[in-house]
């Protein structure tokens, strides 16, 4: 267990899902608990989509935050955790890094951390089970275009246990923290934001370009046969 954040961090050295996991470290004195591994074997993403995850390359990582501890709308969570975790490797990392829209973290326009928001209730109490993955070491991804690593992006090399402990604390202390300007970053940060790149919204691929993302957690898109159009998760597909 580390000690370094004012919030308990525990590892096991594979499981099938720390989101799941989780929930035997939590205890009633604990608003906040977080778990790690560097192998997990059935991680779930969004959507019902897997995440595959090479043994003692990545992390997986989870944090459970009772609910009542975080004033963010439910609506703009996702982004108020995505651009946490930008934050963080942006100020370890020497290359820039972007959000691609909901939540995914991208650098150099390979996404290398995936993230999954749930809600639980246990005795009683609502509670957030955040859980990301991120792949720090791993340097083959086979078909999966689209993945890197922290290393395969920035050739950067850190030990997993420093870079979670690290990552521990960064999270836990900002996530309870008010942030008027959750949407201001969050589109600063946007991938792709006003280039053009190609979309696919109901099987037709067209060209358009991303404006912003909106108060309700919608993505307005120009397209340039349907004009400006707003999506929410999964009525639009970026190709990249």
Do not use: C
Request: net charge negative; hydrophobic share 35%; aromatic share 12%.
């Amino acid at each position: 267990m580390n000690n370094k954040s004012m919030y308990s961090l525990f590892f096991v050295e594979e499981t099938e899902s720390t989101n799941d996991e989780v929930l035997k470290y939590q205890s009633k004195n604990q608003d906040i608990v977080g778990l790690y591994t560097t192998y997990q074997k059935k991680g779930r993403g969004q959507y019902g989509n897997t995440w595959q995850m090479s043994k003692n390359e990545n992390i997986a990582y989870t944090v459970m935050v009772k609910a009542n501890l975080i004033s963010i709308p439910k609506v703009l969570l996702n982004f108020h955790i995505a651009v946490i975790v930008r934050n963080f490797l942006e100020d370890k990392l020497s290359e820039k890094v972007q959000v691609k829209w909901p939540n995914d973290i991208i650098i150099n326009r390979k996404k290398i951390v995936g993230i999954l928001v749930e809600n639980l209730k246990v005795a009683g109490e609502d509670y957030y089970i955040i859980g990301m993955g991120v792949n720090v070491l791993q340097k083959d991804f086979g078909e999966l275009s689209k993945a890197g690593s922290i290393f395969t992006q920035t050739g950067e090399i850190f030990s997993l246990r420093d870079f979670t402990e690290e990552l521990h604390q960064y999270f836990t202390e900002n996530i309870i923290k008010e942030n008027p300007n959750i949407l201001d970053e969050y589109n600063k940060y946007l991938f792709n934001r006003d280039k053009v790149a190609s979309f696919v919204k109901r099987g037709i691929r067209q060209n358009g370009i991303i404006q912003y993302v909106d108060d309700n957690g919608y993505l307005w898109v120009n397209l340039e046969n349907d004009g400006l159009e707003s999506f929410f998760h999964k009525e639009i597909e970026m190709e990249y």
